[in-house]
């Protein structure tokens, strides 16, 4: 079962901007806007790596790994029970399928190509 759900993922010039949008299903729905939400991403060949998190609730506690800092920013809609990942400047070392975390459940992705 796929209880976080993932959009926005694209092909996308370096230089260019991508807006993920991560999702709950009805399972999570009623906790989604107060926990810890993160973003991952794995390239081929290469482990899965911590991008970014932010907190439940106004969402005001938020981390990112080193290099996407000053690029990569986090929101979240409670009303619309959406988390976003606002990605500018990508490069093509970003390139992956990146994807939302909540607990222990996870989204099936969506892939980000950074390429001309």
């Known amino acids: 079962q796929v209880h976080l759900v993932e959009s926005g993922g694209g092909l996308v010039q370096p230089g260019g901007s991508l807006r993920l949008s991560c999702t709950p299903s009805?399972?999570?729905?009623?906790?989604?806007?107060?926990?810890?939400t993160k973003w991952y991403r794995q390239a081929p060949g290469k482990e899965r790596e911590f991008v970014a998190g932010i907190a439940g609730g106004t969402g005001l506690l938020s981390n990112y790994t080193d290099s996407v800092k000053g690029r990569f920013a986090l929101s979240r809609d409670n009303d619309k029970k959406t988390v976003y990942l606002q990605m500018n400047a990508l490069k093509p070392e970003d390139t992956a399928q990146y994807y939302c975390?909540?607990?222990?459940?996870w989204g099936q992705g969506t892939p980000v190509t950074v390429s001309s």
């Open positions: 975390n909540i607990l222990n459940f």
């Open positions: 009805e399972f999570l729905a009623n906790v989604f806007t107060g926990y810890f």
